[in-house]
């Protein structure tokens, strides 16, 4: 698969990344579009699969595909993502690509999350960790708090935009003590019952994403560097503002021209 057809991959699947990811250097664009699109691949599975064991299998088939490409003689196997990843080896490493295959083994195996702390470890080693791999290809490996509070606030948001999606599949965002509390159940957010209840849960991951937002313009303006790895996070309090009050209902998306303009401020401030 070529760059042009990632991006037109990741138009439809994740526009904003792929936004931020075109003000990015040539070299530096094409990595970030095969990295996304990586990431597209293992994070639809468990939407993609009713069988727990199907999808346990296509993740570890992308386990064993990364491993060969990092082996002391690479193999890559004929698929058009692991063949973009295949120059970026040097660049991007190997346990961290592993990890975000990992992370993903709770969602096919529909287990909810515990408590708040094991639903930020969730986001730190997906949105973050994608967030940090981003960082590295556009030449940012340092910037370490840039990825984790980047990462919270774009991860947090989207978890709760997808909450129809998530809830289906019984990984909805919500800690699973609150939701108790609350008086709900996952097999109930799953049938897409208790609206009240749903929203009385979200309302800590709420505050998480607010903080993780706070927190990323008090980091000052991004460097120029970072601006195509996780420039998208800006448009989290806008996605956030679009939260409907009954999280079954599909969210509203921001205008695209307001986003672009947001991206193209973004560029030129850094702010």
């Known amino acids: 698969m070529r760059d042009e057809n990632f991006s037109t991959l990741l138009q439809e699947r994740d526009p904003d990344r792929r936004l931020a990811a075109l003000f990015a250097r040539p070299d530096d664009r094409e990595a970030l579009l095969a990295l996304y699109a990586f990431n597209q691949e ?78 930020l470890d969730y986001v730190d080693r997906t949105a973050g960790q994608l967030a940090r791999l981003a960082l590295f290809l556009c030449g940012a490996p340092e910037a370490e708090a840039l990825a984790r509070t980047a990462g919270r606030a774009w991860g947090l948001t989207g978890l709760m935009r997808a909450f129809p999606h998530r809830a289906a599949i019984g990984r909805a965002p919500v800690c699973n003590a609150t939701l108790v509390a609350a008086g709900g159940t996952p097999a109930m957010l799953a049938q897409g019952l208790g609206s009240d209840r749903a929203a009385q849960a979200l309302a800590p991951v709420r505050e998480l994403a607010q903080a993780a937002i706070a927190e990323l313009k008090t980091l000052g303006p991004l460097p120029q560097e970072a601006v195509p790895a996780i420039g998208y996070a800006v448009l989290a309090p806008a996605y956030l503002k679009s939260l409907p009050d009954n999280p079954f209902h599909g969210a509203r998306e921001p205008a695209l021209l307001g986003r672009q303009l947001r991206l193209n401020w973004l560029a030129l401030t850094g702010r």
Do not use: C, N
Request: no cysteine.
């Open 42 to 119: 293992i994070a639809r599975i468990a939407e993609a699969t009713t069988e727990s064991l199907i999808g346990e299998m296509k993740l570890t088939w992308w386990r064993d595909a990364v491993t060969d490409l990092y082996a002391a003689e690479p193999r890559v196997r004929r698929h058009a993502v692991t063949e973009g990843l295949a120059p970026l080896t040097a660049r991007l490493p190997q346990d961290a690509l592993i990890d975000l295959i990992d992370a993903r083994f709770d969602d096919v195996a529909a287990r909810p999350h515990t408590d708040l702390a094991d639903l």
